[in-house]
């Protein structure tokens, strides 16, 4: 599990820090600019003048110049040139907002949400918090030109009204190449305003990430806990689909949610056939999930068949359908061309059965929190002849 | 942390479900739902007694059933209504592209004498009976005339490459034509196959056109229903359709059959002549009233019962074949498929209401004549213009399009509002026949209690979703079919 | 052999029997007639030695059948115009108000 926050252990403050958001460099990546720009010095505190703010790794020297400096602590020793943090007024605290060697950056703009999902990895507040979003757009302006991909994400990111739509037009016009995906629970869609707001960003490259969670509104409604949630989210996506956006449809797949699956397929399949794919997620046991285990945990084995009913539907529907955050083992064999290998990899951890199997590499692992519940049935798997797996060989 | 609420809360209020268009059948012991747009679910007789008598819980999971299929709605909710729209939207789109297929007969002139076939002539004299260019060149006027963007043009006989320097022309010109137009433009030649040659050969291949033939079966059951001089019908068609594949490509050609009384009760080896053939579709096409059985009125419903098996036998004989990985497809059945299982329209025109008749298809007759279906081209030869829209050395674009001859039937035979018919669970699956019904029983309509058509296509629809409903890999193997 | 079978007017509309009749027409023919608060139908089957009463049997579900549809398209008449108009207002096909 990466950290992707920290406490400084030694502050050295020159003056207030005159920004919130820097862009790390490094020997290996300096250039003449100095703008927003931190420099990482490397262990023997070599480092060049004319940076507002200085950092050391926590077992490194400290640079001699007479600005800003700070102590990473231990987790944080992994920064390097190329990566984006913000940091507190007072020095102390660290956020990463960005590591260039990832392929898997989420930026987040606000903890506030209109729903309260049964499963949330990301329990919703209610403080404000837009310092997030001005950190985003600063974010964006530091970011290369040829970043690969940019997501979104929350709370609900929708919650800006007009200023997420300010944020989505400057990351297309600094970064037209980038694949953007922005997750949203859809609602704020039903308005035909916003929606046309969001089309006027004008970004082939950009996609919006919505989930739905039943066929109909009782129990989508139920696992979002939101009375009427059902019946905004879909007007949403057909104004978006009017207006010729991209949209994929998540599904988190749980107790409350996969006995309906090849319903939902079904329901996706016949009335949202325009949608560009689906995302079948697993389970990530944090936040309010943690909580609600009883109502939400089901062994992934248990739903293996419905698994197989609803990609095979959407297949041939030809709705491009994605399986992640499963583990390899506790699929049915048929459908591992549609796994993609997906955790996050700061989230990313093994059990000690995959120390011998031999698809470890094709298979994204377990979450960091799976040690709070995980299936029974984890198998290495072996090589093909070798021995018979103990697994579903659908 | 807030408190979570229980399903409870998020379940409909009260009982208020309003009902959304419906219609049933009861098939053995359990009842057939479809919604407005032909979705369906099979109810078991307790649940569509609660369905029906309006006695639903405010939730359950037959509830739930009924809401995420558009069967019922609470009091108040517009999502329903807006999607049903958009499915109906989608399923009606076609109406507004109408002909996408357009028949030339090249000639009427054909070496076989297949003893089914009326529209044939045996002759030399080109003269006679082949399209001429004038004829054609006012033909290409009308095909583009069609709104349709995607347009076929399709050229049959007798056997049209008797006719081949027409066919050659009529390529040449639409295609410089579509430089302009831009429609997305395709050929096809009906033939048997008996007169391919390197020559054209070598056209299907610079002009991208796809081949169509027939191919009944077995040798000897394909050349008792195809005679020409050498019998070497079935020899002749075999090679062609492997010169196609193998020069112009697998895809290139498709074949039909023809189906007969002796083609009964050997499915299984007809359809196995396919898959030797490397052929990955067949249409296990049903008897025609047409010819012999309209000269001696013997066409019975009687017909349809004694072709049901061999239909089948044929459609499970094929899912096992796919079940063992050869690929085969039924294309009768894809098209059935397609509108039970998705808002798509196959663009068959038998099976479509408002018939295909000029809106789907229409036919241009080597002498002018236009029909408004290839089966109303050959009640002509047999005497009954009806299905005459007029001619095209004569008669305008708009003439013919908007002429009774065409309209009548239309309209007369649109199921949304013929008895019967508008009341059929299985309306949204099936279509308007005008010109079986006006050759089988005089009127365009039929009453469809005695109506071989409806008998034969009623039971292919519960057949189909007898089989969808009992096994995953059917469904799933359905669920191909309809997505193509 | 022709058979004879009653219907209760305040249950069961003349057009329901008509639509049952006319699905057992290929076995049955009818006549059809009002009676007293009642409907009267005459059941001539197609086969001579046919089970008069077995067709009966048939005629009488197929009018609880037809009395059902005619409940429901009434109750979903208006419904399945507003979807129609929504579904075709903006193909071109339909002038449109707005």
Redesign the interface.
Known sequence: MIALRGKATEVELSAPIARRVWKLVDAATLTPQRHSRAFLAGDDGQAPDGFDLYLSRSAASRPDQDATWLRLPEDLDYLSGGDVVSVSDDGERIRVLWRHQSHQNSILLTERCNHYCLMCSQPPKTREDDELLAQAFELLRLLPRDVAEIGFTGGEPTLYGQELIDLLRLCRNLHPEAQVHVLSNGTRFADPDFAAAWASIENPNMMVGIPIYGAEPARHDYVVQSKGAFNQTIPGILNLAQLGQRIEIRVALHKQTAPALPEIAEFIARNLPFVDQVALMGLEMIGLARANIPELWIDPTEYADELIEAVTLLDRSRIHTMIYNHQLCLIPRSIWPWTVRSISDWKNEYHAECASCNVKDDCGGFFFSAKYKVSENIRAIPIEGTQEPAVLQI | ??K????E????QSADW???????E?INGRVLVTN?VG?HLFLDAEEFGQL?KGDLPA?SPLV??L??KHVIR?SG?D?P?????????TR??R??EFTALHILVASLRCEHSCPYCQVSRQSSDKGAYDMSSETAAIALDSVFRSPSQNIKIEFQGGEPLLNFELIEEVVATARQRNETEGKNLGFVIATNLALLDDRVIEFCRANNVYISTSLDGPADLHNKNRPRPGRNSWELATAGIQRVREELGVDRVSALMTTTRSSLGRVIEIIDVYVEQGLTSVFLRPLSPYGFAIKTKSFA?YDVDAWLPFFEEGLDYIIELNRAGIPMVEQYSAIVLKKML??DDPGYVDLTSPAGIGIGAIVYNYDGDVYASDEGRMLAEMGDKTFRLGNLHQDSYEEIMLSDALLGPLEESFTQSA??CS?CAFEPYCGADPTYHHATTGDFLG?K??SGFCRRNMAIFKLLLDRYESD?FT??LF??W??H | MTGHVSFDGSTASIDAVQRAAYRLSDRISCDIAAGEGSIEVTVHPAEPDADVEALIGELRNEVLDQVLRERIRGETADVRNLVLAVAFSKTGLVESDG
């Open positions: 942390m807030a979570f609420l229980d399903p809360a998020y379940r409909a309003q009902l959304l268009p419906f219609r049933f009861r407005l979705e029906s939730d739930r059933r809401r995420a609470e909710d999502l209504v807006e999607l049903l729209a958009i499915k109906a939207r009606y789109r109406l507004s419903a998705t808002n008895p019967m009341d009453r209690p005695t995953a469904r799933s669920q191909t309809a997505s």
